[in-house]
């Protein structure tokens, strides 16, 4: 397009009334608009302030990717289809050509824009809201599209030449950042079938304007929508918003032409195709250049850059000529199998700001989620490479009447007579409808328990469903079949039950309590049905209020907890080992959500450590996915069991859990240490037949010393196979002062030359020995005296509540208290400040102890 004008986008489009009267979250009115001149000069995009990240921002964003999730799994008990977790509902696609202009100032020229040239490009029309609403009610719709061809370095390190855009149909947006999103989003997961009862509460907010304008927008064609990208993005060396504004004159004609209420319930998709079949569409693409940061804020785009002050120019026109954009194969094909993530594209065109920092992770865990359940594997997912991937082109879509579209086409009919019923009665026949679906065989599957409160009818009831359909549903897409439990309800009611069981902390007293017990097991009742004989001795019984009580009447300020053996090896007589692993992988989830639900309810007492379905490694690395990505919930670090089926952690079957937990610790703020508790358990071996035997040659009870044993083996499978040399970020806390591993260290060491040096360097800087069981102040000196591990290196433990009624618990914390060998200092750096030390930055409570 040689010569082309570079224009202003007209403002005609706009129609949105009273936006430069946005009240934003803090009540102060919205920046733009004064009287003062723009500066005329463009701020680069990695200026100081262009970009501020809260502290708290990534937990945040995680828990705004779960919520849409959910929305996702919702939407699937009603359409028994996983949609997107947003502009979910399809209203065509089409393809055609996306055209640089030549002669661009510097300024525009930049990124994808430097240069001249004709793209190939493909784009679908959407409806954004979270669930499948009527077209003819007022909503806000998008576009996003891919363009082929595209040189330069990705973001995401991709060879794909394709930069994504993505666009919505007003320019400023209600998810404003990570926190109103997440309080707008709660409030819909609150009211997913009483929309009015929404509606209400988001028109009651400081932020009503934007909070309300989805509903408030022109009810207008697609083709004669503007569309604004809200957030803004690097161009090239700049920064800036952009636009898609309609450009032929048939479009513009269309600008005043709304959809009626009487219009039938598919009239968007339905006029869209006549309109492409009939004309050429076009549209001018356009940049907005960032000039004034106090007036185009980066972070909250609940603000609009005002057009008139700071103006959109054409950089491009994208144009499709006259084609069906209803094609049953093109939309399936978009819906199910591809992604427009604005992440996927060139390092110059990086999105900036706190709502792209959201959709960067929520996108990405939509479309997983989405693959999931629809049957698809990972590799199924499809980053078409050009036109020649789309399928489908030039099949004729079939046109299908409603026969009765009166009944459902208007939204007094499909929306007021039923939602706005806000009685009793009518709430009952939403709910009603709604656990129909969820009863349906297909939800089965992802909802096999259902929920306990079909109707909550408070905000506990409503904690505890959400608990209960998060744990099913993630089970689910995590692949993990918990009915082949036979005690999974009841397992996930007492998980769901602990907050409103919770007990009164004033009957315990902590105020001179300091010391953290690093070595304690919880022991649901459904766990200890398991195995009621633990290591030869019954499983004592625990429950959160004895464990509190004991920790209040022995100074322990915090206590980190993990599953004991077995762990989620408690199916070791089960003969078919497929079956056996199913059942392994459900007991780790459900242990570990009860670990984890327990610690989000007493953070200031409890922390835990996730246990893995192991042996089977790479289930297991999904499972610590799903642990960490918890928020605020998160595990401290992994629990391991000296065998798993007859496998000691120094197998090469485990490297690459070793390899996940070594890159986490890299990608760790604070002191990028994970933690790996080493716990012992019964030696097993596993037959050639599969068939696993317990090969404790002893008749005594493993607990007498078979245990210390086993400590041994595992450091030394650690040791042999260099697992504890080759991955350096991973401490590795050893039970009971190492076991038998002291009295025989020299000796094993002999048959590594190569590697003895730098294993006594890790035994003395990167084990952690705890004092459980009878370790003071006897057992110790074969760690300080025989192998001369540091007083640093030592932590303290009780094996609560295993430990009461073997040994003398409290005259094992007395031998530490009141050993004449070590100072106070020392007493104190074992009791408490070197497992500060070990987590620090992990344990918040911990984090704020003081000398």
Same mark, same amino acid.
């Given at each position: 397009m040689s010569g082309t004008k570079i224009e202003t986008c007209p403002m005609g489009y706009h129609r949105i009334e009273n936006i430069h009267n946005g009240r934003v979250a803090s009540g102060t009115i919205k920046a733009g608009g004064q009287d003062k001149k723009a500066p005329g000069t463009y701020i680069?995009?990695?200026?100081?302030?262009?970009?501020?990240?809260?502290?708290?921002?990534?937990?945040?964003?995680?828990?705004?990717?779960a919520q849409f999730n959910r929305f996702q799994m919702m939407n699937f008990n009603e359409h028994m289809h996983c949609l997107r977790g947003t502009h979910l509902k399809t209203q065509g696609c089409v393809m055609g050509k996306f055209t640089v202009h030549d002669n661009l100032p510097e300024h525009l020229a930049q990124g994808m824009f430097a240069k001249p040239g004709t793209y190939d490009v493909i784009m679908r029309y959407s409806s954004l809201t979270p669930k499948i609403l009527p077209d003819n009610l007022a909503a806000p719709r998008g576009i996003g599209m891919k363009v082929f061809g595209i040189e330069g370095e990705k973001i995401w390190g991709e060879d794909k030449k394709t930069q994504d855009w993505t666009f919505n149909n007003y320019p400023v947006l209600e998810l404003r950042d990570p926190q109103t999103t997440y309080d707008i989003a709660d409030a819909l997961e609150r009211n997913w079938n009483d929309l009015p009862t929404f509606a209400d509460e988001q028109s009651k907010r400081v932020d009503a304007d934007v909070a309300t304008l989805g509903g408030q927008l022109p009810k207008q064609h697609m083709v004669a929508m503007p569309e604004y990208s809200q957030s803004a993005y690097r161009h090239g060396a700049y920064v800036a918003k952009y636009?898609?504004?309609p450009a032929s004159q048939f479009q513009k004609d269309l600008e005043n032409t709304e959809v009626k209420d009487s219009d039938p319930i598919n009239i968007l998709s339905q006029t869209l195709r006549t309109h492409h079949l009939n004309n050429t569409i076009s549209y001018s693409f356009c940049a907005q250049? &960032?000039?004034?940061?106090?007036?185009?804020?980066?972070?909250?785009? @609940?603000?609009?850059? =005002?057009?008139?002050?700071?103006?959109?120019?054409q950089i491009a026109t994208i144009e499709f000529p006259p084609q069906d954009s209803w094609l049953p194969e093109f939309r399936t094909w978009w819906d199910d199998r591809i992604t427009v993530n604005s992440w996927h594209g060139l390092k110059e065109h990086q999105p900036l700001g706190s709502t792209n920092r959201m959709r960067r992770v929520v996108y990405a865990e939509s479309r997983k989620l989405r693959l999931k359940v629809n049957g698809y594997k990972e590799g199924d997912y499809v980053e078409p490479e050009g036109l020649g991937d789309v399928p489908a082109k030039?099949?004729?879509?079939?046109? &299908?009447?409603?026969?009765?579209?009166?009944?459902?086409?208007?939204? @007094?009919?499909?929306? =007021?007579?039923?939602?706005?019923?806000?009685?009793?009665?009518?709430r009952l026949q939403r709910s009603a409808r709604h656990n129909k679906h969820c009863n349906m065989t297909n939800i089965m599957e992802a909802y096999p328990y259902g929920k306990p409160y079909p109707t909550p009818s408070n905000g506990t009831q409503h904690d505890e469903n959400k608990l209960w359909m998060q744990i099913q549903y993630e089970a689910y897409v995590d692949g993990i079949d918990l009915t082949v439990l036979p005690f999974a309800k009841e397992a996930i009611a007492s998980i769901t039950s602990l907050a409103s069981n919770a007990v009164d902390m004033q009957e315990f007293d902590f105020s001179t309590s300091r010391r953290v017990d690093t070595h304690t097991h919880p022991i649901p009742d459904w766990f200890r049905a398991l195995e009621l004989n633990a290591a030869g001795r019954a499983t004592p019984s625990w429950n959160v209020s004895s464990h509190l009580k004991f920790m209040?009447?022995?100074?322990?300020?915090?206590?980190?907890?993990?599953?004991?053996?077995?762990?989620?090896?408690?199916?070791?007589?089960?003969?078919?080992?497929?079956?056996?692993?199913?059942?392994t992988l459900a007991l780790a989830r459900l242990?570990?959500?009860?670990?984890?639900?327990?610690?989000?309810?007493?953070?200031?007492r409890f922390s835990w450590m996730a246990i893995m379905p192991l042996p089977h490694?790479?289930?297991?690395?999904?499972?610590?996915?799903?642990?960490?990505?918890?928020?605020?919930r998160q595990p401290v670090g992994v629990g391991v069991l000296t065998n798993h089926e007859g496998l000691y952690p120094g197998d090469p079957a485990f490297d690459p859990l070793w390899v996940f937990l070594q890159e986490r610790a890299g990608k760790a703020e604070g002191s990028g240490k994970e933690v790996v508790f080493v716990h012992p358990t019964e030696p097993i071996i596993k037959l050639d037949d599969g068939r696993l035997i317990n090969s404790r040659p002893s008749p005594l009870r493993s607990g007498l010393g078979e245990f210390y044993f086993e400590t041994a083996r595992a450091i030394s499978s650690l040791t042999a196979s260099s697992t504890i040399v080759t991955y350096p970020s991973l401490h590795f806390r050893i039970s009971h002062g190492a076991g038998a591993f002291p009295d025989i260290s020299?000796?094993?060491?002999?048959?590594?030359?190569?590697?003895?040096?730098?294993?006594?360097?890790?035994?003395?800087?990167?084990?952690?020995?705890?004092?459980?069981?009878?370790?003071?102040?006897?057992?110790?000196?074969?760690?300080?005296?025989?192998?001369?591990?540091?007083?640093?290196?030592?932590?303290?433990?009780?094996?609560?509540?295993?430990?009461?009624?073997?040994w003398d618990v409290d005259a094992n914390i007395n031998g530490l208290a009141w050993s004449g060998e070590l100072g106070f200092e020392e007493k104190e750096m074992v009791f408490w400040a070197n497992a500060k030390e070990l987590w620090s930055g992990r344990i918040g409570v911990l984090d704020r102890m003081e000398k």
């Open positions: 680069k995009w990695n200026a100081p302030g262009v970009e501020h990240i809260p502290d708290d921002e990534e937990e945040k964003i995680k828990q705004v990717s636009g898609v504004f250049l &960032l000039q004034d940061l106090t007036e185009q804020p980066i972070d909250d785009i @609940g603000i609009e850059w =005002d057009p008139k002050k700071y103006p959109f120019e030039g099949v004729e879509a079939p046109q &299908l009447d409603l026969k009765y579209q009166s009944a459902v086409t208007t939204a @007094g009919a499909a929306y =007021d007579n039923d939602n706005n019923n806000n009685s009793d009665q009518g209040s009447e022995h100074s322990i300020a915090h206590s980190v907890l993990c599953i004991s053996t077995p762990q989620a090896n408690a199916f070791l007589t089960e003969k078919d080992e497929a079956l056996r692993k199913k059942k242990l570990n959500c009860f670990a984890a639900e327990l610690c989000r309810i007493y953070p200031e490694v790479q289930e297991s690395i999904t499972e610590l996915k799903r642990m960490f990505g918890m928020v605020g020299e000796r094993f060491l002999l048959g590594f030359p190569e590697i003895s040096s730098a294993a006594r360097e890790a035994y003395k800087s990167r084990f952690w020995y705890d004092s459980a069981g009878p370790v003071w102040p006897n057992q110790i000196k074969g760690l300080t005296d025989g192998m001369g591990i540091p007083i640093r290196q030592m932590v303290f433990g009780t094996d609560y509540p295993y430990g009461i009624g073997f």
